[in-house]
């Protein structure tokens, strides 16, 4: 993809804090961290969001995030962190080209977790068959 700036990073055009590298994943450094050692990991293919992604590729990359996750929790010396993957415009997703985004997270660092809310009656009955219909398509 011509103007994607992952796909440019993956093949070096423009310059990153690498920190992986495989034949297919590379992981890096959040330009605008949300905390110290805030990496992102992406394939090297570009796929916009989760629904385009072949399966296997789906699995791989989770391993990845996994092994890079575990380095960077070792090398950050942190208590645990977050993964986020934003996917679509409307959940955040600024950059069209699938990440994880690895976010370590220290005791007292004040990040607030996403606002949660009480269920309205039958809500949950109505959205779980909903979802469970789609998973038999
Ligand atoms: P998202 O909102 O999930 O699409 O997040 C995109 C992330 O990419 C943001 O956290 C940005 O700070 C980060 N980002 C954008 N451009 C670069 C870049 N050139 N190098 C590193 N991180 C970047
Ligand atoms: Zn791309």
């Known amino acids: 993809m011509d103007n994607c700036i992952f796909c440019k990073?993956?093949?070096?055009?423009?310059?990153?804090?690498?920190?992986?590298?495989?034949?297919?994943?590379i992981a890096f450094l959040d330009i605008k961290p949300v905390s110290l050692g805030h990496t992102l990991v992406i394939p090297k293919q570009h796929y916009e969001n989760l629904e385009s992604v072949p399966p296997e590729?789906?699995?791989k990359f989770f391993q990845i995030v996994q092994k890079v996750a575990?380095?960077?929790?070792?090398?950050?010396g942190v208590n645990g962190f977050?993964?986020?993957f934003n996917n679509g415009a409307v959940a955040g997703q600024a950059v069209f080209h699938?990440?994880?985004?690895?976010?370590?997270?220290?005791?007292?660092d004040g990040l607030?977790?996403?606002?949660?809310r009480e269920l309205v009656a039958g809500e949950?009955?109505?959205?779980?068959?909903?979802i469970k219909q789609a998973l038999t398509l």
């Open 82 to 84: 977050n993964l986020g």
């Open 124 to 130: 949950t009955e109505s959205i779980a068959l909903k």
């Open 70 to 76: 575990k380095a960077v929790f070792q090398a950050t």
């Open 98 to 108: 699938i990440h994880m985004h690895i976010m370590p997270r220290r005791t007292g």
């Open 112 to 116: 607030k977790p996403w606002p949660q």
């Open 57 to 59: 590729v789906a699995g």
């Open 9 to 25: 990073l993956a093949i070096n055009k423009i310059p990153s804090a690498k920190v992986y590298e495989d034949e297919e994943f």
